[in-house]
């Protein structure tokens, strides 16, 4: 299917039925929404029950690598937001590492009504920097919102995150052992990446379908 944003169109892609709760996946910085990992967890969300859309940001999708800034990224974010909530009566904002962030600053920054936030790797610490982003933007989000991170992430170090979590209206963090940042473990963890990859995403889908209900009939 094709989004429209103001100067363009990029493509996003549906797994599942529709349905009263729908799920917004924003890929990474690194690969678009063509990418195994977004892949393997758009359709994994759909076989529980979820509707799914990824998208690819404006830079992806014209074959470049460096990202657009945070306003062009947000433009982009929001249009597939709200073709998404065009299908479903509330959307969960969820995202791969900068994916998830933008999505943050979507819903708390600039109020879009986001059911749900989840953050696979949320990059609080910027590569190659030892300083964490500011997060005063999360705390504006009354909608629960869900943070992974693998024990290995330097980006989203546990026990930072563990820090910003609580201090959100509604946060929990699911502590990955032995992840990275894409959750990869090392050889001698006994589980094998997808499994912990599709325990990640079930864990994912068990709190949409547990915390973001959809509305009372009539509402």
């Not at 600053?105 to 109020?111: F, P």
């Not at 693998?150 to 992840?179: K, N, W, Y």
């Not at 959750?183 to 990640?200: A, C, H, I, M, S």
């Amino acid at each position: 299917m094709k989004i429209s944003y103001d100067g363009g169109t990029v493509t996003g892609v549906a797994a599942g039925e529709p349905g009263p709760i729908g799920v917004l996946l924003a890929h990474g910085a690194g690969a678009g929404q063509n990418h195994p990992w977004i892949i393997h967890v758009r359709d994994r969300l759909a076989r529980r029950g979820l509707f799914v859309m990824s998208f690819d940001y404006r830079y992806t999708e014209a074959g470049r690598k460096a990202p657009d800034r945070m306003p062009m990224l947000l433009t982009v974010h929001r249009a597939a937001a709200d073709a998404l909530a065009g299908e479903c009566d509330r959307v969960v904002l969820a995202g791969k590492s900068m994916g998830g962030r933008v999505g943050s600053h979507l819903a708390g920054d600039e109020g879009w009504p986001a059911a749900g936030l989840i953050y696979f790797g949320y990059p609080l610490v910027p590569m190659g920097k030892r300083e964490p982003r500011p997060t005063d933007h999360l705390a504006a989000i009354a909608a629960p919102q869900l943070f992974f991170a693998g024990t290995r992430d330097r980006l989203s170090p546990p026990d930072v995150i563990a820090s910003v979590a609580a201090a959100v209206p509604d946060g929990i963090l699911v502590v990955v052992e032995d992840g990275d940042h894409s959750f990869k473990v090392l050889q001698r963890n006994p589980k094998t990446n997808e499994q912990v990859l599709d325990e990640v995403v079930d864990d994912a889908a068990r709190w949409i379908h547990t915390r973001v209900s959809p509305p009372a009939r009539g509402s």
